[in-house]
């Protein structure tokens, strides 16, 4: 039987360092940049501000054939050999308010003054087959009319904050 977390990271595949100010995005894979999904999206773009210095970036597009409407899209945060998910950010266009996850793992949040929840993964705190630490989870919030949703198993819940907390509008 899958866990939790294999599902969830099986559904948002298909789809530690200190914090610094962010530099010129390293983008991978020759994705789209986020000036380019800004002009092929009808909601707000949001970009961390605050992100390792040794991440790089690549942008994923939905539906994946499609080249210019774009429903919705996800930045995926690699290590610097592209080897290592660190944190995936899906963002969409707000069509409902955002409801409360019914868990008992769910807390609420507060992200640049907007209701939020997070949702720690049911194993946080075991090993993973690797040996790896599991920790993060799922955050998950409404920011100028986009629904955001993070999610990350090598990352704390702290650090997923403060990524989030980082988020601004490209302009």
Do not use: C
Not at 116 to 134: M, P, Q, R, V
């Amino acid at each position: 039987m899958l866990t939790l977390k294999t599902t969830l990271l099986l559904v948002f595949f298909l789809q530690l360092p200190l914090f610094v100010q962010a530099k010129e995005i390293e983008y991978n894979h020759n994705s789209f940049t986020l000036s380019e999904i800004k002009e092929k999206v009808d909601f707000s773009v949001l970009s961390p501000e605050k992100i390792p210095d040794d991440w790089t970036l690549e942008i994923k597009t939905y539906p994946m054939e499609e080249v210019k409407n774009f429903t919705h899209f996800r930045l995926h945060y690699m290590n610097k050999d592209d080897t290592y998910f660190h944190v995936g950010i899906k963002q969409q266009k707000e069509t409902t308010k955002l409801k409360e996850p019914i868990t008992p793992n769910t807390e609420k949040v507060k992200i640049n003054g907007n209701r939020g929840f997070f949702t720690a993964w049911g194993n946080s705190g075991e090993l993973d087959k690797k040996g790896e630490l599991i920790t993060g989870g799922i955050l998950r919030w409404s920011q100028d009319g986009t629904i955001i949703e993070m999610l990350s198993t090598s990352i704390s819940k702290e650090m997923m904050l403060e990524i989030a907390s980082s988020m601004q509008v490209i302009k």
